[in-house]
């Protein structure tokens, strides 16, 4: 398969690259390496991968493929509250422009896979969210992923586009930036410092592993509905204290609030996520239920 993937320099995109090259594909990575990217990966010699460093928003061309799978966004919430415009950007605009670039292909318009996040449900106080739940978002990075998804829906509706759209939970993993909370912690414990913690640490993440994560998405280009959508997750629920004490213990570490600096909440922080993936299940592929978090290296 010949997949156009953007974002593919950055975490969970690295990771989607790796594993569809093992598969066998052709990948052309869009990306344009901001501060979240890595400059060195695993599979920067490999002839199947090639890499255009480009700005979403300013891509005028999509080379030929079978999909294009859109990881690229800036995907920081803390950002996204101290400035919002570069989120509308890369996250809507951006969108907005490949979607422009697909509907504009006269022929062989390629499949739209577009990588969309669980924030879009906003706060969950009651049961796991499905995916035909109105979209609730409740900061501006969430914000600009939902508007992003209103233009794909519109735009298969208009303009006869295919797409596939995932929405997964928090996933955690190797080459995570180091603003994201597990790798700050791993940060601080390594760097003898505090670990800043939002508010009183109760608010709830569910937690996939990156690796998980990619695999769904695989199985899903696969062997997706087109033009739906599907949660990911691990049905791995922690507050952020928890996430703190179990990578504590990663490092031996018992005392665990010994390590701990709260700091005031972050604006309009939402208190839980939770999403069912049964509809990913139903498509036959068997989610890696966890109680915890696999430590990683
Ligand atoms: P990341 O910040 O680690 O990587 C983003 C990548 O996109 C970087 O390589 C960056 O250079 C690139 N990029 C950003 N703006 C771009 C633009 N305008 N044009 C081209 N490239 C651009 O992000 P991530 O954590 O790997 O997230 C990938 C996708 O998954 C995002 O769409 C995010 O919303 C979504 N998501 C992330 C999580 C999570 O827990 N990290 C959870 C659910 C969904």
Wanted: proline letters at 4%; charged letters at 20%; aromatic letters at 10%.
């Amino acid at each position: 398969m010949n997949l156009v993937v953007t974002g593919g320099r950055g975490f969970i995109g690295s990771h989607f690259v790796e594993l569809v090259l093992q598969k066998g594909c052709k990948v052309v990575d869009i990306d344009k390496m901001t501060y979240a990217s890595s400059n060195s990966l695993p599979f920067d010699s490999n002839p199947s991968y090639s890499l255009i460093k480009k700005d979403i928003c300013d891509l005028e061309h999509i080379p030929p493929c079978d999909a294009i799978i859109n990881f690229a966004a800036e995907s920081h919430v803390d950002n996204s509250i101290a400035g919002p415009t570069t989120f509308f950007n890369s996250n809507t605009s951006g969108v907005f422009n490949l979607l422009e670039l697909v509907r504009g292909k006269v022929y062989n318009k390629p499949l739209f896979f577009h990588i969309s996040t669980d924030e879009v449900y906003g706060d969950i106080r009651g049961t796991d969210s499905v995916e035909t739940d109105v979209l609730n978002p409740g900061n501006p990075y969430s914000a600009s992923k939902a508007a992003a998804e209103m233009f794909v829906l519109s735009y298969s509706r208009t303009y006869e586009l295919d797409f596939i759209m995932t929405r997964s939970s928090n996933n955690y993993g190797l080459r995570q930036y180091p603003e994201k909370l597990i790798p700050q912690i791993i940060y601080c414990l390594e760097n003898n410092k505090k670990i800043p913690i939002h508010g009183d640490g109760s608010y709830i993440r569910d937690w996939v592993d990156v690796k998980e994560n990619v695999k769904a998405i695989y199985h899903l280009l696969l062997h997706g509905e087109k033009n739906e959508i599907y949660n990911i997750s691990s049905n791995n629920h922690l507050t952020n204290l928890e996430v703190v004490q179990q990578v504590c213990q990663w490092y031996n570490i018992d005392d665990y609030m010994q390590h701990v600096e709260f700091v005031p909440n972050r604006l309009g922080q939402d208190t839980r996520y939770s999403i069912s993936s049964d509809k990913l299940k139903a498509t036959g592929y068997k989610t890696q239920e966890s109680t915890g978090l696999k430590r990683f290296k």
